[in-house]
């Protein structure tokens, strides 16, 4: 069946970087659009970055910081997270499209991670 699963998340101050991955089974990775969502408590999911033939975007708030990147032999995603804000912190999910074309909506996205833990101090 299919499986997200994300790792990397942790505990970093303000200024920090942390790299999150996402190991992916139970699909073709390679044919799937890719994206990473947050969730801050008491806020809704929301878009951080995707990956798909269309190419790679990022929500404003880390364009600049996060780079997402894949490595379809490994059918893992990555999402390196520079210059760490605490407006960072949140719980972060893996996400998979089946159609290959990401977006931004939730509702794109056929398949989810169980999420990592993100905090990062001021």
């Known amino acids: 069946q299919v499986q997200l699963v994300e790792s990397g998340g942790g505990l970093v101050q303000a200024g920090g970087s942390l790299r999150l991955s996402c190991a992916a089974s139970g699909f073709t990775f390679s044919r799937y659009a890719m994206a990473w969502f947050r969730q801050a408590p008491g806020k809704e999911r929301e878009f951080v970055a995707s990956?798909?033939?269309?190419?790679?975007y990022y929500a404003d708030s880390v364009k600049g910081r996060f780079t997402i990147s894949r490595d379809n032999a490994k059918t893992t995603m990555y999402l390196q997270m520079n210059s760490l804000k605490p407006e960072d912190t949140a719980v972060y999910y893996c996400?998979?499209?089946?159609?290959?074309?990401?977006?931004?909506?939730?509702?794109?996205?056929?398949?989810w991670g169980q999420g990592t833990q993100v905090t990062v101090s001021s």
């Open positions: 990956s798909s033939w269309r190419g790679r």
């Open positions: 996400a998979a499209d089946r159609m290959g074309n990401a977006g931004t909506s939730i509702s794109r996205y056929d398949y």
